[in-house]
C-alpha cells in the first residue's frame, strides 16, 4: 500500500509542465525507505520514514547515475513539494516550514526538474549567452593590448585632439541648445498662433452656421414671397382676365330682363300689374315698380339726363318720385287700400313715372331717332299703341279696370325694353 502511494508521486518539468520519468537509480532512492519501514518496527518504521521524507524534501544534489540524458532527466538539484505519505510529526513540519520561509524570503534557491528538450533549450540558451561573454571579453583584452602598445607622446596627442574634438562638441552642444531654445520659442509662439487661428476658425465656423441659419430664413422667406407673388399674379390674370369679360358684358342686360310675352309685363322675375285670371299679391308688384325705377333711373344716368320737375328715387318696394314743384312724394308702391274713386298719390306717381320716361325719350332723340312701339301720352297718363290698333291704355287705378291698367304697365315696360336695348347697343358695344 505504500509503494502504490509512492508510485503516485509525479515530478513536472517547469517549463513544458509534462510528467517526468524518473530513472532506476531515484527509484532505489524512493524504494529504499519503504522497504526499510517494511522490515523494522513500527517504531524503527517511523524513524526511517521521518529520514526518507527528509531525502525528500531536501534540497542536495542526487549523485550522478550514469547513463544518457533520456534516462537521468531528474538527476538535477530539485525540491518535491508535497508528499504521498500521511506520517507527520514536529520535526518534520518544522523543517517544511523553515525551508518554504527560507524559499519565499529568497535566501535559498530551489531548483525544479526538467525534461531533456526544455534542459537542451535552455543549454542552448547558456551557451549563446557564454559566446556573448567571451566576445565582449576578448574585446575588451584587444583594447588593452593596443592601449599598452601606444606611447606616451600618442597618448599626449589623442588626449588633446580628443580635448579639442570636446571642446567643439560642447560648443556644438551649446549652439545646438540656443538653436534648441529658438526653436522652443518659436514653437510657444507658432502654438498660440494655433490657438489663435483655432479660436479664428471656431468664431468662423460659428459666422459661418449663423450665416446658413440666415440663409435659410431668408430662402424660405424668398420662397413665401414668390409663392405670394405667383398667387397674386394669377389673382391679377384672374382679374384682368375678368375686367376684360365685364368690359364687353352689357351690364344693363345682365342687371335687367324684361319680358313682355303673356298678360302681364315681368321685370326681373316680379310681375308687374294683375288681372281677375291672374292674382299678383301687392308686394310683387311694389318691387317690380322698384326694378322699373331702378333701371330708369341707371338710364338716365347712363346718358346724362337730368330729369325735369320730379326726382326718381328707387327704393326697392318702396320706391317714390319727389317733386320738384312742392307736391311732395309721389308714390310708387301701394297696399291696394287706396281710393280708387279718387284721384291718389300712387296714380299720380305712376304718371309722373311716364313724365320721366318721356323726357328720356326727348333726350335720346335729340342725337338719333328712337322708334318706341307704344307711345306715351303725360297729360292724359296714357300709353298708346303706335304700331297696331292705335289703343290707348290709362295706366291709373282711378275709374280703370284690371285688365286695362295691366296692359297699360305691359306697354310702358316694352318701351323700357327697347330703351335698354338702345342704350347698351350705343354706351357698351365695342
Avoid at 354 to 380: G, I, M, S, W
Avoid at 390 to 414: P, Y
Amino acid at each position: 500500500m505504500q509503494t502504490s502511494r509512492m508510485s503516485s508521486s509525479r515530478f513536472l518539468c517547469q517549463l513544458c509542465n509534462e510528467p517526468l520519468k524518473l530513472s532506476q537509480a531515484l527509484w532505489a532512492l524512493q524504494k529504499e525507505p519503504l522497504e526499510a519501514q517494511q522490515c523494522t518496527s513500527p517504531s524503527t518504521t517511523t524513524a526511517v520514514s521521518e529520514e526518507a521524507l527528509q531525502a525528500r524534501t531536501s534540497s542536495s544534489r542526487l549523485p550522478d547515475c550514469g547513463g544518457t540524458p533520456q534516462e537521468r532527466p531528474c538527476c538535477c538539484t530539485f525540491t518535491l513539494l508535497g508528499r504521498s505519505i500521511s506520517l507527520r510529526t514536529l520535526h518534520v513540519i518544522q523543517n517544511t516550514t523553515l525551508e518554504m520561509s527560507e524559499v519565499l524570503s529568497g535566501q535559498k534557491d530551489v531548483d525544479h526538474p526538467l525534461c531533456v528538450d526544455c534542459m537542451d533549450n535552455l543549454l542552448t540558451q547558456v551557451d549563446a549567452q557564454i559566446a556573448l561573454v567571451e566576445s565582449d571579453n576578448q574585446k575588451y583584452r584587444s583594447f588593452l593590448e593596443r592601449e599598452s602598445l601606444v606611447s606616451e607622446e600618442e597618448r599626449e596627442a589623442t588626449h588633446t585632439e580628443l580635448c579639442a574634438e570636446l571642446r567643439d562638441l560642447e560648443q556644438e552642444e551649446a549652439r545646438l541648445a540656443l538653436e534648441l531654445k529658438d526653436i522652443d520659442h518659436h514653437h510657444a509662439r507658432i502654438a498660440a498662433e494655433l490657438r489663435a487661428a483655432q479660436a479664428e476658425s471656431k468664431e468662423l465656423n460659428q459666422q459661418k452656421e449663423q450665416y446658413l441659419m440666415d440663409y435659410a430664413a431668408l430662402k424660405m422667406g424668398q420662397l413665401e414671397l414668390m409663392d405670394q407673388l405667383s398667387s397674386v399674379e394669377t389673382q391679377l390674370e384672374y382679374a384682368q382676365k375678368q375686367l376684360q369679360h365685364l368690359e364687353k358684358a352689357n351690364i344693363f342686360n345682365i342687371t335687367f330682363t324684361i319680358s313682355d310675352e303673356g298678360p302681364l309685363g315681368i321685370i326681373n322675375n316680379f310681375r308687374l300689374g294683375c288681372i281677375p285670371g291672374i292674382q299678383v299679391g301687392w308686394d310683387e308688384i311694389n318691387a317690380a315698380w322698384g326694378q322699373t325705377a331702378l333701371l330708369l333711373f341707371s338710364l338716365a344716368k347712363t346718358v346724362g339726363l337730368q330729369f325735369q320737375r320730379y326726382q326718381l328715387v328707387p327704393c326697392g318696394d318702396h320706391s317714390y318720385l319727389r317733386s320738384l314743384n312742392g307736391d311732395g312724394e309721389l308714390l310708387l308702391f301701394s297696399d291696394g287700400s287706396q281710393n280708387i274713386f279718387l284721384d291718389n298719390k300712387y296714380d299720380r306717381g305712376m304718371k309722373a313715372f311716364l313724365d320721366c320716361l318721356q323726357q328720356f325719350v326727348d333726350e335720346a332723340e335729340k342725337t338719333e331717332c328712337l322708334f318706341l312701339p307704344y307711345r306715351v301720352h303725360v297729360n292724359e297718363g296714357l300709353m298708346e299703341d303706335a304700331t297696331g290698333s292705335g289703343e290707348c291704355v290709362s295706366i291709373r287705378t282711378h275709374l280703370n279696370t284690371k285688365d286695362q291698367w295691366a296692359k297699360a304697365l305691359k306697354f310702358m315696360l316694352t318701351d323700357l325694353k327697347v330703351i335698354l336695348a338702345w342704350t347698351s347697343l350705343r354706351y357698351y358695344c365695342t
